[in-house]
């Protein structure tokens, strides 16, 4: 048996019109932020190390599935008969590509390969840790 492709969910994504109010919503909801930048934040959910995502960029909900390698899992997916929509790219904390799978259902894997963030005292990112 192979090993399995998709590790765990990394986070499921929002649209806000505004950060800070995005922001000041989801902490009236009791989510602690985790970290932000100036167009997207991070919450923590207690009992998970998913994430809830707001950004302002993409008016479109999307959970993200956390890969080993982006590039190794694309030729993998597409092998077993999935559709590439969005070639491999660079993000933040590494690379990320879009997938539909036989059915239709829109699959966005992510990798870590330049390791998570890194932030000051009020959850600004300032950089990386090691990947």
């Not at 998913?50 to 694309?74: C, F, G, K, P, Y």
């Not at 997916?77 to 259902?105: H, M, R, S, T, Y």
């Not at 699959?107 to 963030?117: A, M, N, P, Q, R």
């Amino acid at each position: 048996m192979k090993k399995p492709l998709i590790k765990k969910i990394d986070c499921v994504l929002f649209y806000v019109s505004d950060i800070e109010s995005g922001i000041k919503f989801y902490r009236a909801l009791g989510h602690c932020l985790k970290w932000r930048t100036d167009d997207s934040a991070g919450f923590q959910m207690p009992e998970t190390d998913a994430e809830i995502v707001i950004q302002t960029n993409r008016r479109e909900q999307e959970t993200d599935l956390l890969v080993d390698s982006v590039d190794a899992a694309v030729k993998r997916i597409v092998d077993a008969g999935a559709k590439l929509v969005v070639p491999p790219f660079e993000i933040q904390v590494g690379k990320c590509a879009v997938i539909i799978d036989p059915w239709g259902n829109k699959l966005v894997l992510l990798d870590l390969s330049k390791g998570t963030l890194r932030t000051d005292s009020s959850g600004r990112v300032v950089g990386h840790m090691n990947p």
